[in-house]
């Protein structure tokens, strides 16, 4: 096991660095894709380049939560069919601030940290570290994965206004394109 | 199909409806099919696009039909107009008042006083928990200056008696680095203590200590927030003497967790979610305006577009038997009179139908009648006009300004002129008929004059018709008996009518008989007084022939043979005169007709079986004749004597026309038996006796009254030749004809119609037979 944790090779990524380099610095994009092995499992650790705009900070200092979501697809091509999905998963983090004790929130799933200041709360959005995706089990070796990801403002879990103004307001869809990367596994080696 | 097609509009009616009810039901943040909004907002405009294309095809087609001037379609157009407005108008008007209120009151929901008043809310309870905050502050400072004078070791005893006393429920001696030196608490089976999270400790090495109310997230929106509060202030060094020796000790920190007070806790929160609810709200409000105007909107178009396809079709619908209606009047304007189809329906339209086909069914019957009754009309027309052509008489009808407007075959072969150009024109174009239309014309002023009551006049006068250019006989003068009357018609004049026969030959018939009824008296009259005059001549001559001298004698022998002379050819005279006046009664009886015409044609010279060679007898002038006789003609029933007196008349006339011809005259005679005239009993045939010569034939003038006694045109005869003869046929019930031959010469016909009794014939053969049969 430990053998593998140390061994096994992240071997990976190149991944695009993504069209959104060149384009303009305030766009939302994801800056770095990074599929990890660890402790067995397959990981993600991702950077992404997202600023809230003003109408949405200001929503969010009056306590409204903001959920972001990030879906994540891999998929494994096959040439006889369509492409077989291996992992198509999502994280959503909440930020909320509580106007009473004046503090923010911010956390993925159930689980919620206080958090000095918005920013620090979207720092945690931004960096995502250690999403666990899949067993490496169930990944074969020497195969080429393909992946997309994004990030986007997710307004569903919002009041049903706020999804209406997502339809036609560019400030309440915010998101991050696709974000294509690929991988593929190469064969531990065993130190021993 | 149209059952298919109306099953397709009903379920797409209905699910357009219940689209447009679930996007009115999903609005509500509680519906169940709010998070399908998106869906269904999409569904509906699809189904409003799909109407609009519907209504664009609708108008477009009507547009068209407008365009090409069919016929209905801007009744259609009308009636799709004021139903869409019908439709549209209040939909509109029900959308504008919506949009507008909704946004009024949505506005109406956000206001200062609110906004402040939730601030305020919120201010009290961060106040509130601030207050309590500075207690546990103050109660954290005391702990802090006893935990100062506290050795290390009895820092967790001293703890737990300031916690009980302080009434606070966790409290924990942490140093800097995060390791726990201390704690209590009134929970029980707490051991673990949970250490401060790290934005706490981040800001506890900054600055000196921390004091804040925590809500613990419960992680729901809208859940029950957990407050605490924390408050934490650093120890102060411990100078003590054991620690001397000891590295410089890590700063120390006195924590005291207490939760809010349940009460406190609750409002609190409540002030702080209403607080959100209300921010949420005020900053979802243009979101929700655009959420009920986006709803709003699709429903006004679905509805509209809905109006006017509703419209469109219906209008059509409407107009249709209408439609039909208008078609069948244009039919029945060319004279199509097929009934329409019967709509099902019972409505006014259904009614109105029905009464139209009745209408064309009426129209075509009277039409109908019309057409057999003018038939009718037609056929006895023709039937009048057959009898007008055929009528012996002729009619002429004119008009009040005497030009003809009728003319019958009858009166253009009497006048012998073609009278068919002269029609609309006055008599007096035609050339001749000068004279008769003065006449009649006399003849209607001088009835008009007169003021008779009778309605008709009645005139006989003769008038001369004039020769053809090139005929060189004289002109032909006709006796007409004419009748006329002015037709009147619902008491106003309205033409002439003129009819009138030829009555030369009635004419010619009573001279006859007059001459007849003269010629028996003049005859008795005369010969009485010839026969003693004879006889006194004659006792003249001889008793005074002895006693004269011889110069005497020869004169009175002289006068009394002239007398004498003159006498007995007075007497010949007389004597034909009453053979013609009065012919004996005939006899009749039967007799073989060639038998007899060949005992007369002896006399001229021929004999049976001898056919060209007339042999010229003592004292009989030859005769060049042609004789056919046919054989096996019935026997006639006739007096010899008499037909004896005809033939021989007939022939003697023959040969005086060809007397001047010499050798080339010849004269043909022939027999022949007729089939019986169609339509009469087929067992009457007749007997044709001909005579033709090849002499100069009839004149016009002569022929007219070659049968009136002493009209002749021999230089010595009487003229009596041809009145006898046919005062002989005519006793006889027979025919006879006059007539000219193409080829020249005269020709006579005699048709003897009185056959001997065949009766008598068959009974003799059947009485034969019966003797045959008793032998």
């Known amino acids: 096991m430990i053998s593998r944790l140390c061994c096994a090779l992240l071997l990976v990524f190149l991944l695009l660095p993504v069209a959104g380099g060149q384009a303009r610095a305030d766009e939302p994009r994801v800056a770095r894709i990074e599929p990890v092995i660890r402790d067995g499992k397959l990981e993600l650790d991702a950077e992404i380049e997202i600023a809230l705009n003003d109408q949405l900070r200001d929503a969010a200092e009056r306590g409204l939560p903001l959920y972001f979501t990030a879906d994540l697809v891999i998929s494994r091509s096959r040439w006889w069919w369509f492409d077989e999905t291996v992992v198509d998963t999502t994280l959503t983090w909440r930020v909320v601030y509580n106007a009473l004790t004046r503090q923010w929130r911010a956390g993925a799933g159930e689980l919620t940290l206080p958090v000095s200041s918005l920013d620090q709360a979207m720092d945690m959005v931004r960096h995502i570290r250690n999403w666990q995706l899949v067993d490496v089990s169930d990944l074969d070796y020497g195969v080429t994965y393909s992946g997309q990801l994004r990030l986007r403002l997710d307004t569903s879990q919002l009041a049903r206004p706020f999804q209406v103004n997502a339809l036609n307001s560019s400030s309440w869809s915010l998101a991050t394109p696709w974000a294509d990367f690929s991988f593929s596994l190469a064969e531990p080696r065993d130190p021993s | ?775």
């Open chain 2, 1 to 775: 199909m149209r059952m298919l097609l109306r099953v397709a509009l009903i379920i797409g009616a209905i699910s357009g409806l219940a689209l447009l009810g679930l996007l009115a039901w999903s609005t509500g943040n509680a519906s169940r099919f709010a998070r399908y909004y998106d869906t269904l907002l999409v569904l509906n405009g699809i189904f409003a696009l799909a109407l609009f294309v519907w209504v664009v095809a609708l108008t477009t087609r009507l547009i068209r039909q407008i365009r090409r001037r069919q016929f209905g379609a801007r009744m259609t157009a009308r009636f799709a107009l004021a139903f869409a407005l019908i439709g549209v108008v209040p939909g509109a008007l029900i959308y504008t008042v919506s949009v507008q209120f909704m946004s009024r009151s949505i506005e109406s929901w956000f206001n200062v006083r609110v906004d402040s008043a939730l601030e305020s809310g919120l201010n009290l309870g961060r106040a509130a928990l601030d207050s309590l905050l500075a207690d546990m502050d103050a109660k954290a400072r005391a702990m802090a200056a006893e935990l100062n004078n506290t050795p290390d070791r009895d820092i967790p005893l001293a703890l737990t008696r300031l916690r009980e006393s302080s009434g606070v429920q966790d409290v924990m001696v942490f140093t800097g680095g995060g390791r726990l030196v201390a704690f209590s608490t009134d929970q029980y089976g707490q051991l673990l203590p949970e250490m401060p999270p790290a934005t706490v400790l981040n800001q506890l090495r900054l600055g000196r200590g921390y004091s804040a109310a925590e809500a613990e997230d419960a992680g729901v929106p809208g859940g029950k927030d957990r407050l605490l509060l924390r408050v934490v202030i650093p120890l102060g060094a411990p100078a003590r003497f054991d620690s001397l020796m000891s590295p410089p000790s890590e700063p120390r920190w006195l924590q005291l967790l207490q939760p809010v007070p349940e009460q406190i806790a609750d409002n609190a929160n409540r002030v702080q979610q209403g607080f959100r609810d209300y921010q949420e709200l005020a900053l979802s409000r243009l979101g929700l305006r655009k959420l009920y105007g986006i709803t709003l909107t699709l429903a006004l178009l679905l509805a509209v577009f809905a109006a006017i396809a509703v419209a469109l079709s219906l209008s059509k619908r409407l107009v249709r038997p209408l439609l039909r209606l208008a078609a069948g009047t244009q039919a029945v304007g060319v004279g199509d009179y097929r009934p329409l189809p019967e709509p099902p329906e019972r409505d006014e339209i259904g009614q109105l139908t029905r009464s139209f086909n009745a209408m064309t069914r009426q129209l075509d019957e009277a039409r109908h009648m019309v057409e057999s009754n003018r038939r009718q009309l037609e056929r006895s027309n023709v039937y009048l006009e057959s009898v007008l052509s055929n009528l012996s008489s002729g009619v002429l009808v004119f008009d009040e300004g005497f030009r003809v407007t009728t003319v019958n075959q009858g009166a253009q072969s009497i006048l012998q002129a073609d009278l068919r150009s002269v029609i609309g024109r006055p008599l007096e174009t035609v050339d001749g008929m000068l004279e008769f239309i003065q006449i009649v014309r006399q003849a209607f002023a001088q009835h008009a004059a007169v003021g008779s009551e009778r309605l008709h006049w009645q005139q006989q006068f003769e008038i001369t018709l004039a020769p053809p250019a090139d005929a060189t006989e004289p002109p032909q003068s006709l006796t007409l008996l004419a009748r006329g009357t002015h037709l009147r018609v619902d008491g106003r004049g309205n033409g002439y009518l003129v009819v009138f026969d030829d009555i030369t030959e009635v004419i010619s018939a009573n001279r006859t008989v007059a001459w007849g009824e003269v010629a028996r008296r003049l005859a008795h009259e005369i010969k009485n007084p010839l026969t003693p005059i004879q006889l006194s001549a004659e006792r003249l001559a001889m008793k005074l022939a002895d006693r004269l001298q011889p110069a005497d004698r020869q004169m009175l022998e002289r006068s009394t043979n002239t007398i004498v002379n003159q006498v007995g050819s007075l007497k010949q005279m007389v004597d034909d005169f009453r053979e013609y006046a009065r012919t004996p009664p005939a006899v009749m009886q039967s007799i073989d007709f060639n038998a007899l015409v060949a005992d007369v044609l002896a006399l001229y010279g021929w004999e049976p079986g001898e056919t060209d060679k007339p042999a010229a007898r003592l004292g009989v002038p030859a005769l060049n004749l042609d004789v056919e006789l046919e054989p096996g003609l019935p026997a006639i029933e006739g007096d010899p004597t008499q037909l004896r007196q005809v033939i021989h008349n007939l022939l003697s006339n023959a040969r005086d026309a060809i007397a001047e011809q010499g050798p080339q005259g010849r004269v043909r005679v022939t027999t022949q038996l007729m089939p019986s005239p169609e339509g009469e009993d087929a067992a009457q045939p007749a007997v044709r006796f001909t005579v033709a010569d090849t002499g100069p034939g009839f004149s016009q003038k002569v022929m007219q009254r070659a049968f009136e006694p002493y009209v002749t045109t021999k230089a010595h005869g009487t003229g009596l030749g041809l009145a006898i003869v046919r005062k002989i046929i005519e006793e006889h019930g027979g025919k006879i004809d006059l007539a000219n031959r193409k080829e020249g010469g005269a020709r006579v016909s005699i048709l003897l119609t009185r056959l001997a009794s065949k009766a008598v014939t068959m009974d003799a053969t059947a009485q034969e037979k019966d003797n045959a049969a008793t032998q």
